[in-house]
């Protein structure tokens, strides 16, 4: 039941299509977070599964059951989801505790049992203690633990979170990301994440699912989408690095040899491409040698602990970056060596 299910979902506002044919299995107890730019229709995809829209075409499922098609929509109250969105939606007047407890009184739970579960869950938020605390008396940080305290409290099995951290400084950022985690060890509910911020989905999700324009490009596990990227969108969108132009021009024990600029280096590939390709190169994957590629030194820039080096390959318009301890002097010519690479599928 708490298996989603995504078919040919479709949803167009005028002349707008905010979520293209997409089919996505969110596999009950998992966490997948929806990543992508501004407008790609990230919020679009949770407020179809919450039932706050209605698909333009295809169906949603919670495990066998329909939730909704063109036809036939199940109202979101029926559906059992957990949703907290970026404004916390708190009640100012109300504490804490009150807050927190609304969805069971909403929902007529027993008086006696209500003080206990709400010290509960405060305490999986970290926020046990802060019972009669008023709303205004707190931070962002603590005020998006509300919400999700709030959230939790229902007991949902699917819980759907629209950038519960873009209002928060980077700090606390990285301190939710440890609770996000912890709820969902907590919970195992299936948790659906959404943001337009890649180092969050890389490190709160066990599969991450990159969306550009209405579709999905790739779903796939964090390291999956960040080393094999399934296109250059992807690529680009996903950690640092550049794609550069090469030939493929042989295959040996799973690895395919790439000619860049007259050298020769190992790469990663799915399947055997073979001829013009786009390579991707992570700074990792790259260091300062003796021998190797050759390339002009453009620019530095020092990120703590590393510089992080600008090069300007000998053909026109192919740059990489890579991380070196030492400082370089801008307009030197140096040597790369390359330890990983990634063939973009499809050239
Ligand atoms: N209620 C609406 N009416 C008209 N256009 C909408 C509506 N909701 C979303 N859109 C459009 O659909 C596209 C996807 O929006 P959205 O799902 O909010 O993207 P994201 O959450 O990824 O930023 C955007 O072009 C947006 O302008
Ligand atoms: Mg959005």
Known sequence: MSTIRVEGLSKRFNETTALDAVSLDFPAGSFTALLGPSGCGKTTMLRLIAGFEAPSEGRVLFGDALMADPERQVPPEARG?????????????????ENVAYPLKARHAKKGEIPGRVRAVL?????????????????????????????????????????????????LRASMVEAFRDIHRRTGATIVYVTHDQAE??????????????????????????????????????????????????????????????????????????GPSKILLRPEGLRLALAGLPAKVLGSIYRGPVHEVRLALAAPGQELLLDSTEPVAIGETVHVAVSDAWVIPGG
């Not at 907290?84 to 804490?96: G, I, K, T």
């Not at 991450?208 to 964090?222: F, I, R, Y």
């Open 81 to 97: 989801v957990g949703v907290v969105f970026q404004s916390y939606a708190l009640w100012p007047h109300m504490d804490v505790a």
């Open 123 to 171: 305490d999986v938020v970290g926020l046990g203690g802060f019972e009669k605390r008023r709303i205004e008396e707190l931070s962002g940080g603590q005020r998006q633990r509300v919400a999700l305290a709030r959230c939790l409290i229902a007991d949902a099995k699917i819980i759907l979170f629209d950038e519960p951290l873009a209002n928060l400084d980077m700090h």
């Open 201 to 274: 989905a890389l490190a709160l999700a066990d599969r991450v699912a990159v969306l550009s324009q209405g579709k999905v490009l790739q779903a796939a596990p964090p390291q999956e989408v960040y080393r094999a990227p399934a296109n250059a969108t992807v690529a680009g969108f996903v950690g640092r690095g550049t794609i550069v132009s090469g030939t493929a021009i042989g295959h040996a024990e799973g690895a395919t040899t790439v000619d860049i600029s007259g050298h020769r280096i190992a790469a990663r590939s799915a399947g055997a491409p073979a």
